[in-house]
């Protein structure tokens, strides 16, 4: 485990691969860490890539600078957050390859500074909130899958995460990727990622913005305000979707292709859930390996 210095954070991260490879950034999501890559670093890295996994804000070892700085989870945070992270080591251009908060990160740099990034691998499809269509109601079975973001919404739920985080994140591994059959031993080294004393204030500040019941950082809004035009996607991109996918079960008609102007493909993943990279690592390799060669 590496660390590096940004404006706000200490960000936490692993290496692997040459120094002077070409860069990949592989980005986790909630309720989750930098393990999830497990299964995708070696071979990118044997590929001749200097690839790093970075922790999240709130999560395992990346840490605030300053006790003031808002606990924000927004999603202009998780981009700027990346932004920082690649001037920091210095890197001018690399592969993003994220999921769920990840892959809204990457999404949201490769929207707004295409000239950074490759290539993209962004499992879910465009993962940049439309904030302001946050109040329109979903369909009866997606309000029934978001039940933990009503939760959150709570003083109840945010006591709830607090106090029983593992039963909570340890029930969304299940429902969300029902056919991934994962062992104590390995929810425990995630589990241990969200023992961050900034988690949960993150995690809830990160739910509420996006539903329009909580304010934002004031530092970020004028990155709130170019996303909340939805901005196109330019550069080469693959979207994975995981077949079983139990809180974005994909729609066989591609709902985000408008939202991509470059070289885009979407590819299903049969039997594969949310933690597309934990399930089905190959192709997330075999995605950045077609994009970068």
């Not at 040459?18 to 071979?43: E, S």
């Not at 292709?257 to 859930?273: K, M, S, V, W």
Request: hydrophobic content about 40%; aromatic content about 10%.
């Amino acid at each position: 485990m590496k660390t590096v210095t940004t404006p706000l954070l200490e960000i936490g991260y692993e290496a692997a691969g040459p120094a002077d490879g070409a860069a990949i950034i592989l980005l986790h999501g909630f309720p989750d860490d930098v393990r999830t890559y497990d299964g995708v670093v070696p071979p990118l890295a044997e590929a001749g890539f200097r690839v790093l996994v970075p922790w999240l804000r709130g999560y395992g070892p990346t840490q605030f600078r300053n006790p003031a700085t808002p606990r924000s989870g927004q999603q202009a945070a998780l981009g700027a957050d990346l932004l920082a992270f690649m001037d920091a080591l210095g890197i001018a251009r690399a592969g993003l390859a994220g999921y769920d908060w990840g892959g809204r990160a990457a999404c949201i740099v490769a929207a707004l500074w295409p000239d950074r990034v490759r290539a993209l691998v962004t499992v879910n499809g465009y993962n940049i909130q439309d904030i302001a269509a946050a109040p329109n109601p979903a369909g009866a079975l997606a309000e029934y899958r978001y039940w933990y973001q009503w939760y959150f919404h709570t003083e109840r739920g945010r006591a709830g995460l607090q106090h029983n985080r593992d039963d909570i994140c340890r029930l969304l591994w299940r429902l969300w990727s029902p056919n991934w059959e994962f062992d104590d031993a390995t929810f425990e080294r995630t589990a241990a990622s969200w023992k961050n004393p900034d988690f949960v204030e993150v995690v809830i500040q990160s739910y509420r913005h996006r539903h329009q019941a909580a304010p934002g950082d004031p530092a970020l809004e004028p990155f709130e305000k170019m996303l909340a035009s939805q901005p196109p996607i330019t550069v080469p991109t693959i979207a994975l979707d995981g077949i079983a996918d139990g809180v974005h079960p994909p729609s066989p008609i591609d709902p985000h292709a408008h939202h991509f102007t470059g070289p885009y493909q979407r590819r299903l993943i049969p039997d594969a859930g949310h933690f597309l990279p934990r399930e089905a690592p190959q192709a997330v390799v075999d995605s950045l390996l077609e994009l970068l060669p």
